[in-house]
């Protein structure tokens, strides 16, 4: 049996006996009662031009490559039909059409199955990767990208700019260096940019080490302030990306996304323009935002059953993203502490300047450098098993250090800050040596470097603390509540009323003495509720959750282990939520 290049309808492939081309039909020789005859099988001839194995790092599928010509002389054009699809023959009208038959009788399919396999033993074997990033072939650690001379690495629809380099020099990395003296943007922005980009080809051997980078990057800034365009730069240090070709954006469904962000391994990314248009387009845009800080602040992908009811593999965000977005999102505190804010404001980015290193992107400079990053990262950690686990190990001691670092300046924060500070310290302390070893800079100016990032970085970090703090349940009521007392909209009497006063006006929702006030907790609770959907804030908290964290946070007395107490107020004992002014006082003030 043999595939040749011949211009004949009968000899452009030979099947094994009892199949042949006859006029350009398959057929199968059948002998019936001592005598011979040619049944047609088909009006063309299949066969398998290369057989396909597709790694999406999950699953291993197979693929098979079919070319064929029509009896009428025709060449058909090459299709792919996947492993589980190819013996139904569903794929025949929809991959070549109508004129192509299969003829009536018993058998043909499987027939015609078999003819097609029996030509894979000259098929060309290919191995695709549809996933980027550090993965263990043949033994060894390779980094891919597409574009990758060795491997086929094979992104699909708005992810195909991403791509690699083939070579790397001194001078493209002196350049990248040179946005530490000459920023396109604010050097706090620029240098925290620089760290979330080289964290990035680190994030399978941190997940080893137990320390994966749980948040995301958010540029917020009004239209014109060039986040996007920011952000785009950053990304062209692993493909050629600019404003209007972006992978992903808030206009995408959450499930395409999260399921992009499981291909876009090791690599950093961008989801673009948080721009809600009306209340309804808000709460889509709002929700969608939940959904991507989540699951990149837990690396969780999104649960999913076969038709058997067996557990699919999970698809969890495997890289780095970067947001951007014309204001902070309302997706309360457990949302804020997923993220890392930086704002850009009306005139922070230079034009020339950020023109200038687009060129060098244009050119590949950016991805030449993080070719020779990765390489570096492999050359140097990634030879031997034990040296490898060194690094790994480094890594994590790396992190626990910075973390303990953080935590003993003794700003209050959320627990997660600490850990992005962590984080982004072990990007720049990578790339600062990256710089050392191929002697871009010298060790001190790398230390100087290493300590205005450190101090920048934590001032960052109380900043994205206070918005933490800001993003409370128990802080947004209570500013929430003074703002209605304050307007007239509820009213709160005094526990000792005046004579002939009116217990119970119209709108009461409690009574205060010096250091409390006693409010009726479903009613406080419904008009807090009730101003934040007018504001187009969402309060997700139910009441009893909404006292349970009042309680942790000490703002409320509790008694006997309940969150309200009893108290007697009009002649009648009832239970309230006993508020503590001062600290709901120093809430509303910011102190």
């Keep these: 049996m043999s595939i040749t290049n011949a211009t004949t309808q ?57 070319a064929g010509q029509h009896a009428n002389g025709e060449t058909l054009p090459e299709i792919e039909v996947s492993g589980k699809d190819f013996p139904s023959f569903n794929w025949l009208f929809e991959k070549w059409g109508a004129k192509c038959i299969l003829e009536v009788g018993k058998n043909i399919r499987e027939h015609l199955r078999y003819a097609i396999q029996q030509t894979a033993e000259n098929a060309e ?114 493909g050629i990306f600019n404003a209007g070709n972006l992978p992903m954006s808030f206009r995408d469904t959450s499930n395409s996304i999260i399921q992009n962000a499981f291909a876009l391994k090791d690599v950093l990314t961008c989801i673009d323009d948080f721009h809600p248009c009306g209340r309804d387009d808000e709460r889509k845009l709002t929700s969608t935002m939940q959904a991507l800080v989540r699951a990149y602040g837990d690396r969780t992908g999104r649960g999913r059953l076969r038709k058997d009811s067996s557990a699919m593999e999970s698809r969890p965000p495997l890289g780095n993203a970067i947001i951007t977005s014309e204001f902070p999102p309302d997706i309360g505190e457990s949302g804020t502490a997923r993220y890392f804010l930086l704002e850009l404001k009306d005139g922070d980015v230079n034009l020339d300047i950020l023109s200038s290193f687009q060129q060098y992107a244009e050119q590949g400079v950016f991805r030449r450098v993080m070719l020779g990053y990765t390489e570096w990262i492999r050359k140097k950690f990634l030879q031997e098993d034990k040296i490898e686990k060194e690094f790994i190990n480094m890594l994590k001691d ?89 307007s007239g909209a509820v009213a709160v009497t005094h526990k000792d009323l005046s004579l002939g006063e009116d217990p119970y006006p119209r709108n009461f929702i409690g009574f205060e003495d010096e250091h409390y006030l006693y409010l009726n907790k479903d009613i406080a609770y419904r008009h807090v509720k009730v101003l934040c959907n007018e504001q187009g804030e969402n309060f997700s908290l139910t009441s009893k959750a909404l006292l349970k964290t009042l309680a942790e946070d000490g703002l409320i007395k509790t008694s006997q282990g309940s969150n309200t107490v009893s108290v007697r107020y009009a002649g009648k004992n009832s239970r309230y939520m006993a508020l503590d002014k001062f600290k709901a006082e120093q809430i509303v003030n910011g102190t």
Aim: hydrophobic share 40%.
């Design 125 to 238: 074997q290919q191995f695709i990767y549809q996933q980027t990033g550090w993965k263990k072939i043949n033994g060894e650690w390779c980094y891919l990208l597409p574009g990758d001379s060795k491997f086929n690495v094979s992104l699909k629809g708005k992810l195909e700019s991403y791509c690699g380099e083939q070579t790397f020099s001194k001078s493209d990395l002196e350049t990248v260096y040179s946005m530490t003296k000459t920023p396109p943007a604010p050097k706090d922005v620029i240098l925290v940019l620089l760290a979330f980009a080289f964290l990035t080809p680190l994030i399978e051997f941190l997940r080893q080490a137990q320390c994966m980078p749980k948040f995301v990057l958010n540029i917020i800034g009004s239209t014109g302030t060039r986040k996007s365009t920011l952000a785009a730069l950053f990304l062209c240090f692993f």
């Design 10 to 66: 009968e000899s452009l492939v030979q099947y094994p006996s009892p199949y042949k081309v006859v006029d350009g039909n398959l057929c199968m020789e059948v002998t019936e009662k001592h005598s011979k005859y040619d049944r047609k099988l088909s009006n063309f001839t299949p066969y398998i031009k290369s057989e396909l194995t597709v790694d999406d790092g999950a699953t291993e599928t197979k693929v098979l490559r079919l």
């Design 398 to 486: 790396s992190f626990s250090a910075y973390r303990s670092d953080f935590i003993q300046t003794g700003i209050s924060c959320h627990g997660r800050v600490p850990e992005m500070a962590a984080e982004l310290r072990i990007g720049i302390k990578m790339f600062l040596w990256f710089l050392e070893e191929h002697e871009v800079i010298t060790e001190y100016a790398a230390n100087i470097l290493d300590s205005e990032f450190k101090e920048i970085l934590y001032q960052l970090a109380k900043r994205q603390s206070e918005n933490i703090q800001s993003d409370k349940p128990s802080v947004v009521f209570v500013k929430k509540l003074y703002a209605l007392i304050e």
